[in-house]
């Protein structure tokens, strides 16, 4: 049995865990939205500490954002991130974890089999949703190109879904008590 302190840890570790990912180089694009490996801890989130728990966990994440920890990819942070062309992305981040959390949590198959299906929906369809919603509305580029820009980032992110199906398969075998979203 999970107990509120543990959910507590457990939110604040996967909120940190997507801080560090942030210190991998990102790599620049010249839409001002550079590849990063934060998106991988979005869905492990979900992946790992379902709906509610991975939600908080990234409401966490854009909070400190907000009050300007330079917790973003390139050492970005402060309510500036909110207005730039990652703002659907940041803003995402919540949303996709909780999404990524419910499928994982509904669907009753093997674990790293759902884990890379919920996160194929959480950290790829619903975040980019958000994102490209952000990038249109922030920047001078159509509904249509905003699109197009996009879908440049899908190959790395599926990458990030086989991973996240890895970590998950792993933890399942090591500490299947551990996978949260399966309680």
């Known amino acids: 049995m999970q107990t509120k302190e543990n959910d507590l840890v457990m939110i604040a570790l996967f909120a940190a865990l997507v801080a560090v990912l942030g ?5 620049p694009m010249p839409w001002g939205i550079p590849v990063t490996a934060q998106s991988l801890g979005v869905m492990l989130a979900g ?3 379902g709906a509610k728990r991975g939600g908080l966990s990234m409401l966490l994440f854009i909070g400190l954002v907000a009050l300007g920890l330079p917790l973003l990819a390139g050492g970005r942070g402060g309510l500036g991130v909110f207005v730039s062309p990652t703002a659907g992305f940041v803003v995402g981040f919540p949303v996709a974890a909780f999404v990524t959390g419910v499928v994982m949590q509904n669907l009753r198959i093997d674990a790293m089999v759902a884990s890379g299906i919920a996160s194929l929906i959480g950290g790829i369809v619903v975040l980019y949703v958000m994102g490209i919603g952000g990038f249109w509305m922030l920047t001078d580029k159509g509904l249509m190109a905003s699109i197009t820009i996009m879908a440049t980032y899908i190959p790395g992110d599926l ?4 991973l ?3 970590v998950v398969g792993a933890l399942v075998k090591a500490r299947p008590q551990s996978l949260l979203s399966r309680q």
């Open 23 to 27: 210190l991998l180089p990102a790599i």
């Open 47 to 49: 992946a790992v500490l």
């Open 159 to 162: 990458v990030k879904v086989v």
């Open 164 to 166: 996240t199906a890895i």
